[in-house]
């Protein structure tokens, strides 16, 4: 199992250098880090490769989930429940 990420100063990865780094496994689950600062959007993702005995090796991977980045907020935001 890998966990493969990216860092980019905007939310456009076109032109990032992904990294891979080998996920921990225990017991049945796998647990994968990744950085993610404060100052930049970090893009990550996991990938699976399976090996069949003489057949070709696939890949099965995560939906790419991507941080809240530089200009994110973090403190809670109030909720306008207003009627129009």
């Known amino acids: 199992m890998l966990a493969w990420s ?3 100063a905007t939310r456009d990865f076109r032109q990032a250098r992904w990294t891979s780094r080998r996920c921990s496994r225990s017991g ?3 647990e994968c880090e990744a950085r993610t600062p ?3 959007y970090a893009a990550l ?3 699976a490769v399976f090996h069949d005995r003489g057949e070709h090796s696939f890949s099965l991977s995560t939906t790419v989930h991507i941080s809240s980045g530089p200009q994110a907020d973090h403190r809670t935001a109030p909720v306008d429940r207003g009627h129009r």
Do not use: N, T
């Open 6 to 8: 990216a860092l980019s």
């Open 28 to 30: 049945g689950l796998y």
């Open 38 to 40: 404060d100052d930049a």
């Open 45 to 47: 993702y996991a990938e």
